[in-house]
């Protein structure tokens, strides 16, 4: 049986036995998971490896790259900068980006662009690494092209282009990236081990991924749509080996590559709905907006239908056992964020072994549905 690390206190038993269930079930290599309620951390436990050749043990201080898990960290980072007065989520991307209102972009709003209905889930330039490494490349190129399809009509996932957007719009009014901003302003006051581009002192911290078995063709052919966004731009993003580099570490991708701890995921979105350690980022009304539906039924990029917020995915689309008014965002190979504001809780969750599939994550969901029975909503 896995040995497990950490806290849970009385009541939540049944998280910590999912947790542990993962690891017999679902061949966990290292993983994590976090709970909030009241304020205070309910659950915090971990396991397994880091790194399983190195026999590197997961920690209480392993941080791990969660993919799209980040775009819940980026929404949350637009929603206080909305809250200061510094963005308005219903005005024109091009009041604040001027170079974006080109081809047929002029009224795309910024609630268009996190609710996934921008239509620009390419980036049709040829790029390079070392483009979007450099990141004014990329966001020069998404300026200039023509969306995909009339902004507003339909959405389709923006599973990379929605963090380069929206991270243009947070340094063109703050004056520094998003991953800065984000450190400054949220992460350090809150004391969060999440990171959006990291540091070259945190990397000995970084768990190993473990990529998921090849990707079914539709997922790699760049003759769809979906092809082309999930690996895009340029083909130049597989689920493999790549994302253990530092190049990858240190960039910043506010979509893709943020790294962190699930305690801070839990944290985080624990102090979205409520004061943790005296701080509260979000009033309740924001969150009440941003978890409202904006976009919802098929979506032109994904082969399901998908439900989205102003920034969040919802349920259904954010998991099996997650109610109405729930918010979060998953990310590639398992990891989640997320709360509940009427049941009262925050969840984080990250791996790394990854799990690709076209439904939510079972083990992010198994945990979710525990902590839903411990606090005696289960269904």
Known sequence: MTELHGEVAPGFESVADAFRANFADADEIGAACCVYAGGR????????FADREA??????????????????????????????????LDAPVARYWPEFGAAGKERITLRTVLSHQAGLPTVDADVTMEDVLAWEPVV???????????????????????GWLMGEVARRVTGTTLGRWF???????????????????????????YPPPPLPEAFLAQDTLLGRAATGPSNLFCYDERWNTRPLHAAEMPSSNGIGTARALARLYAATIGEVDGRR????????????????????????????????????????????????????????????????????????????????????????????????GGR
């Open 281 to 376: 980022l979000l009033r309740a009304e924001t969150i009440a907006a941003a978890s409202r539906v904006q976009a919802e039924g098929d979506d032109a990029v994904l082969p399901f239908p998908t439900r989205f917020g102003t920034g969040f995915m919802l349920p259904p689309t954010l998991g099996l056992h997650t109610r109405p008014g729930a918010f979060g965002h998953p990310g590639a190979g398992g990891s989640l964020g997320m709360a509940d504001p009427e049941a009262g809780f925050a969840l984080g969750y990250v791996m790394n072994r990854m799990q690709l599939g076209l439904t939510v994550d079972a083990r992010a969901d198994r945990l979710v549905a525990a902590t839903y029975a411990a606090l005696g």
């Open 140 to 162: 020069r190129a998404l300026a200039a092209q023509r969306p995909q399809w009339t902004p507003g009509t339909c959405h389709g996932y923006h599973f990379r282009t929605y």
């Open 55 to 88: 026999a590197r043990p997961w920690t209480g201080d392993t941080a791990v790259l969660v993919f799209s898990a980040t775009k819940g960290v980026t929404a949350i980072c637009a929603q206080r900068l909305a809250e200061e007065e510094r963005l308005d």
């Open 183 to 209: 450190a400054d302003a949220i992460a350090r006051p809150l004391g969060l081990e999440f990171w959006i581009g990291l540091p070259e002192a945190e990397e000995r911290r970084v768990a190993r991924l």
């Open 41 to 48: 951390a309910v659950v915090d436990v971990w396991a397994g």
